[in-house]
């Protein structure tokens, strides 16, 4: 099969999966409000930020980004601490049970309903099928080069 058949057919078949087997749960099933979940994926991408950094990030005002910080920190899904080069700052940082929670929002999948169908597979099957997923990821793409300037 040539590359543009092969990846219009799987464009359709991740289409199909993503409906068959995302995790229907709302957000606020998942434990985090959206709010909370774009904090912690903001600091997750970002690194530590001062309350007033992450009011001017979010475009809130210092006093609502204060009081969303408290929230998660009372969650112990943030942490406070004094910045090494000026102690005068605090930055707001993820926990490891808020970089958890963080990653466990980005979950679109259901694992409990792919194991349901990966139980009707063989072990062959299933390995098979892990490898080609993961064999496409570590494709390089045009994108993966550097420039040349």
Sequence with gaps: ???????????ELFHDVFLRFHDRRPAS??????EAVGVLEHLARTGPLTVTEA?????????????????????GLLMRFSDERDR????????????????HAQRVLDASLLAEA????SDRQRQDCLRALGRLLQAPLPTDQPKET
């Design 88 to 103: 005068r700052r605090h930055l707001v940082w993820l926990t490891e049970a808020g970089l958890a929670a963080w990653r």
């Design 1 to 11: 099969m040539e590359p543009e058949p092969a990846a219009e057919q799987f464009v």
């Design 55 to 75: 009011a001017q990030h979010f475009g809130r005002s210092q006093a609502a980004t204060s009081e969303i910080v408290a929230r998660l920190e009372g969650r």
């Design 118 to 121: 990966f139980a009707t597979l």
């Design 29 to 34: 099933d998942r434990g985090l409000s959206l």
